[in-house]
C-alpha cells in the first residue's frame, strides 16, 4: 500500500486519538494523577471509574449533530501505540553513557582505597509490551504501568590503595524494572495536530545482578555493588524518566505531527475536524466533521457561449487540479439545517473577477444518520481501528467538487499509457468518423451536469448516480478543432467497494445526442460504457482512487495494514484496519551499542 493511500484514513484514525474536547480537569493533571494512582492497583477499577460502558458511549455519540465521520480506536491500537513508545525508548537509551563514579571506601582488614566507576554504557534495555497495560482514564488521559524492564551495562573500574592499584571491567543486569507513565493526547491549536503531553513519568529497578572480570576479591565486589546501588541505579531511572518526559514523547510527536489533517480532492481543499471523544473499557470513539472549501459561484454572461470547441484541445492539456476561484470554507456538519449561511468579502476574488458580487456560503444539502452498529459490535472487531464515514460525507464533497469545477477530465491519445483514442477506434461508436477525419486524434471531454450523489446499503454496498456531458473533438488545429459530437448521459453504478477491488454490481446507463454533425447510435454507447464499467471497473479500487485523486502536503511515518470495509443500513461505509507505523533511523547511539552486544 502506497503512503499517500494509507494516510489520508490514517490521519484521521490517529487523530481519533488526539483530537479532544477541553479536558474535564486541569491540564497538568493533579486530578488524573491522582485517580492514575488509586488505580495502579486496578486498572480495571479505574478504567470502569473514568469510561463509559459500550452501549452508553453510543448513547452520548448520538447526542447533538450527528456526525458524519466516526472513528474508533480500539485497546490493540493503544497496545501497538505502546510497543513504538518502547521502542523509541530502547533506541534512545541504548547507547547512553552513565556519569563517571568515585568514592573512598574504608574496610576492615583492606583499610581505605579509591574506587572510580568508569565508561558505564547502557548496551542494552528491554521492555515488553506482554508486561505492559494501558488503561485509558478518560477525556485524553492514559496510564501505562510496565513490568518486567531490564537494562543491560557494562563498565570499566580501578582501584588505588597508595601505590598498589588494579584496573578492569565488568557488566551489571539491572532487572524487575517497572515503568509509571500518565499521558494526556490532544489537539494541539496552533499545529492543529494531535500531540502528547507527559503528566507523569517515573521508574525503577528492584534487582541487580553484578559480574566482575579480572577480579574476585569479594571486598571488591561489594564495594562496586555499593556504588551501582547508590549512584549509577539512580542515574540510570533518571535517564529513563528523563526519556519519558523528553526524547519519546518527542518522537512520537513527530511521528503524529506528519498525520495530515488536510487533503486535497483533485485540487479541492477538504479537512476534517473532531467534536469529542467518547470513551469505554475498551474503545475510544470520536466524533467527527468534514470541512471543504468551494468557490463562490460563477456569473452567468447573458450571451456567452457555452461551449467552445476549438479550446477543446488547450483545455485538454491543462492541470485538472488547477484553482479556479479564491476559496470560501463552509464546514460539511450533518446538522447544517440550523446553521447560518455567511458572506465573506475577498478582495482578491473582487479583483480577479471584476466587480462579480461575493457569493454566500450555501449549506449543505445533505445530512447524517445515526451510527448503525452498537457498542458490542464495535468492540468486537479484531482490527486496530474503524474509520466509519457516512454518504453524506461522500456527497458533501462531491458537491463541493462539482461547485469548483472540478469535476470534468478531457482523455486524448496518448493521455493514458495503452489508451487510443482517435477517429479510426471510435468508428464503432460513430460510424463517420473515419471518412470524414481518417487517422486522426480525438479529444474527449466529460463534465457532470450536477453533483453526483452516492448512496450506500448493506445489500447493494456503494451505489452512485451521476448525470454528465460529453464531447468528442477533433484534435486538428488546422480544421479548427471541431466538436463532432455532444451526448448527455444519466448513469447509475453498483458496486462493492474494497480497499483492493471492487465488485461491480448493477449498471444502468442512458445517452441521448444533445447535439451532432454526424449520424450516432446512442445504444452503442450506452452498451460500450456498459461493457467498460462491467470488464475494468472490478480491476480498480479504493485504494487507487485515493492514489489517484488525493494528495496531502505531509509524509506521513503512519500506514494501514490489513484492511478490509463494509457497507450499512442507514448510509455508513465502514474501513477496519491496522497501523503501522515507519520508525525513523535509531540514533547513532543505539546503532553502536547494538554493534556491541
Known amino acids: 500500500m502506497t503512503r499517500r493511500a494509507c494516510l489520508t484514513l490514517a490521519c484521521a484514525l490517529l487523530l481519533g486519538q488526539q483530537a479532544y474536547a477541553v479536558p474535564s480537569f486541569l491540564r497538568g493533571g493533579s486530578k488524573i494523577h491522582k485517580e492514575a494512582k488509586q488505580g495502579r492497583g486496578d486498572s480495571a477499577g479505574t478504567s470502569a471509574h473514568a469510561t463509559l460502558s459500550n452501549n452508553d458511549a453510543l448513547e452520548a455519540f448520538m447526542e447533538g449533530s450527528p456526525a458524519g465521520i466516526a472513528i474508533v480506536a480500539r485497546q490493540a491500537l493503544f497496545d501497538y501505540a505502546t510497543g513504538v513508545a518502547f521502542m523509541f525508548l530502547s533506541q534512545k537509551l541504548q547507547g547512553t553513557k552513565v556519569p563517571d563514579?568515585?568514592?573512598?571506601?574504608?574496610?576492615?582488614?583492606?583499610?581505605?582505597?579509591?574506587?572510580?566507576?568508569?565508561?558505564?554504557?547502557?548496551?542494552?534495555?528491554t521492555c515488553s509490551t506482554s508486561s505492559s497495560n494501558l488503561t485509558i482514564l478518560g477525556d485524553g488521559f492514559f496510564h501505562l504501568l510496565a513490568s518486567d524492564v531490564s537494562a543491560h551495562l557494562s563498565f570499566k573500574w580501578h582501584w588505588t590503595k597508595a601505590s598498589l592499584s588494579g584496573t578492569g571491567d565488568g557488566e551489571l543486569l539491572l532487572g524487575g524494572g517497572t515503568i509509571d507513565w500518565v499521558f494526556e493526547l490532544h489537539k494541539d491549536e496552533a499545529l492543529q495536530k494531535p500531540q502528547l503531553q507527559v503528566v507523569t513519568a517515573n521508574s525503577n529497578f528492584d534487582s541487580v545482578d553484578l559480574k566482575i572480570h579480572s577480579y574476585s576479591a569479594d571486598w571488591l565486589y561489594q564495594a562496586v555493588l555499593t556504588l551501582f546501588n547508590e549512584a549509577v541505579k539512580r542515574q540510570v531511572q533518571n535517564g529513563v524518566a528523563a526519556a519519558l518526559?523528553?526524547?519519546?514523547?518527542?518522537?512520537?510527536?513527530?511521528?503524529?505531527?506528519?498525520?495530515?489533517?488536510?487533503?486535497?480532492?483533485?485540487?479541492?481543499?477538504?479537512?476534517?475536524?473532531?467534536?469529542?471523544?467518547?470513551?469505554?473499557?475498551?474503545?475510544?470513539?470520536?466524533?467527527?466533521?468534514?470541512?471543504?472549501?468551494?468557490?463562490?459561484?460563477?456569473?452567468?454572461?447573458?450571451?456567452?457561449?457555452?461551449?467552445?470547441?476549438?479550446?477543446?484541445?488547450?483545455?485538454?492539456?491543462?492541470?485538472?487540479?488547477?484553482?479556479?476561484?479564491?476559496?470560501?470554507?463552509?464546514?460539511?456538519?450533518?446538522?447544517?439545517?440550523?446553521?447560518?449561511?455567511?458572506?465573506?468579502?475577498?478582495?482578491?476574488?473582487?479583483?480577479?473577477?471584476?466587480?462579480?458580487?461575493v457569493a454566500k456560503m450555501t449549506r449543505c444539502p445533505f445530512e447524517s444518520s445515526p451510527l448503525p452498529l452498537d457498542g458490542p459490535a464495535l468492540a468486537s472487531d479484531p482490527a486496530m481501528t474503524s474509520v466509519l464515514v457516512h454518504e453524506a460525507t461522500a456527497n458533501c464533497l462531491l458537491w463541493g467538487l462539482h461547485r469548483a469545477g472540478k469535476l470534468t477530465f478531457s482523455l486524448r491519445d496518448g493521455s493514458v499509457p495503452g489508451l487510443s483514442i482517435t477517429t479510426d477506434v471510435l468508428a464503432l461508436l460513430v460510424p463517420q468518423l473515419p471518412t470524414l477525419y481518417p487517422h486522426m486524434g480525438m479529444v474527449i471531454n466529460v463534465e457532470a451536469l450536477d453533483s453526483p450523489h452516492v448512496s450506500l446499503s448493506a445489500a447493494a454496498g456503494a451505489t452512485v448516480s451521476a448525470a454528465y456531458r460529453m464531447g468528442l473533438v477533433v484534435a486538428n488545429d488546422s480544421l479548427g478543432n471541431p466538436e463532432v459530437v455532444r451526448l448527455v448521459a444519466n448513469l447509475t453504478v453498483s458496486a462493492q467497494p474494497d480497499w483492493d477491488a471492487f465488485v461491480i454490481g448493477d449498471v444502468a446507463v442512458h445517452h441521448v445526442v444533445e447535439a451532432s454533425q454526424l449520424s450516432v447510435p446512442a445504444e452503442q454507447w450506452d452498451n460500450t460504457v456498459t461493457w467498460l464499467i462491467q470488464n475494468y471497473g472490478p480491476l480498480a479500487s479504493l485504494r487507487q482512487v485515493f492514489e489517484l485523486l488525493v494528495r496531502t502536503p505531509d509524509s506521513s511515518q503512519v500506514a494501514l495494514t490489513s484492511a478490509h470495509t463494509a457497507t450499512y443500513d442507514g448510509g455508513w461505509f465502514g474501513l477496519s484496519a491496522d497501523v503501522e507505523v515507519t520508525l525513523p533511523p535509531p540514533p547513532a547511539a543505539a546503532v553502536a551499542a547494538a554493534a556491541r552486544t
Open 101 to 125: 563514579v568515585t568514592k573512598i571506601f574504608a574496610i576492615p582488614i583492606v583499610g581505605s582505597f579509591e574506587l572510580d566507576l568508569t565508561d558505564i554504557v547502557v548496551n542494552n534495555f
Open 245 to 357: 518526559d523528553g526524547e519519546v514523547p518527542g518522537r512520537i510527536n513527530a511521528v503524529l505531527g506528519s498525520l495530515p489533517t488536510r487533503l486535497e480532492v483533485r485540487g479541492l481543499p477538504f479537512s476534517t475536524a473532531f467534536e469529542y471523544s467518547i470513551y469505554t473499557s475498551s474503545f475510544v470513539l470520536v466524533k467527527g466533521f468534514g470541512e471543504v472549501e468551494v468557490p463562490e459561484a460563477a456569473e452567468e454572461v447573458p450571451g456567452a457561449a457555452r461551449h467552445d470547441p476549438a479550446a477543446a484541445v488547450a483545455e485538454a492539456a491543462e492541470a485538472v487540479g488547477v484553482e479556479e476561484a479564491q476559496p470560501q470554507r463552509r464546514q460539511l456538519l450533518s446538522g447544517t439545517a440550523t446553521a447560518t449561511a455567511t458572506t465573506r468579502t475577498t478582495t482578491a476574488t473582487q479583483a480577479d473577477r471584476g466587480n462579480s458580487p
